[in-house]
């Protein structure tokens, strides 16, 4: 294991500075060493990458743009909120600090063609079901192995964990949330 410029103390600490890929962990895959993510040529064709995202070599460059375009948005919300073109975007305060509010957004309307991409589909394979589908792509992919707990560990064993995963992404791309599934009472704990 690799030890950042700064002493890590405390095991919260380190768990952030590996997350942070600050620190990698020789052998693993999820907190590997950062560096070999880059393409096995990047030094020899830098350029040729950097070029490839539209992107300035000089780091004291990208900082300066950013900046710019960061400050030249806050302008022009400052400019909006002034003289009252902001529509109805706020700044309030929540919990005593300045706070953005944007109410949400109306729905837009269905796109042209989606009805007749929703019958091709029940056509061609009939109604699917949006669990099973879920289920198939974790069996095939295995996604699910890839979230991981904001805790320092688990204590629900992996295929608890997996099945409510997948019942919170199921209320989620339903729609239904996450208290409907539950109430339906058909899917256990």
Do not use: C
């Not at 294991?1 to 380190?14: C, D």
């Not at 890929?21 to 590997?32: F, N, S």
């Amino acid at each position: 294991m690799r030890r950042a410029l700064y002493p890590v103390v405390g095991e919260k600490t380190l768990r952030h500075a590996i997350r942070r890929r600050e620190i990698h962990v020789e052998g693993a895959t999820r907190w590997r060493n950062p560096e070999d993510d880059l393409p096995g040529d990047f030094e020899t064709t830098r350029t040729v990458h950097y070029a490839a995202i539209r992107q300035p070599m000089d780091p004291q460059e990208f900082i300066t743009g950013l900046k710019k375009r960061l400050t030249a948005g806050l302008d022009r919300l400052s400019l909006a909120l002034a003289d009252g073109s902001a529509g109805v975007v706020k700044v309030t305060t929540r919990h005593g600090d300045p706070w953005i509010t944007v109410p949400k957004l109306e729905p837009l309307p269905e796109p042209t063609g989606l009805q007749a991409l929703k019958d091709e589909v029940i056509r061609r394979w009939g109604v699917l079901d949006l669990l099973d589908v879920l289920k198939n792509a974790d069996f095939l992919t295995g996604f699910t192995d890839e979230f991981s707990s904001a805790a320092a560990y688990e204590r629900i064993d992996r295929a608890t964990l997996q099945r409510r995963l997948l019942l919170a992404l199921f209320a989620l791309g339903t729609n239904m949330g996450i208290r409907a599934i539950v109430a339906t009472g058909e899917h256990g704990g």
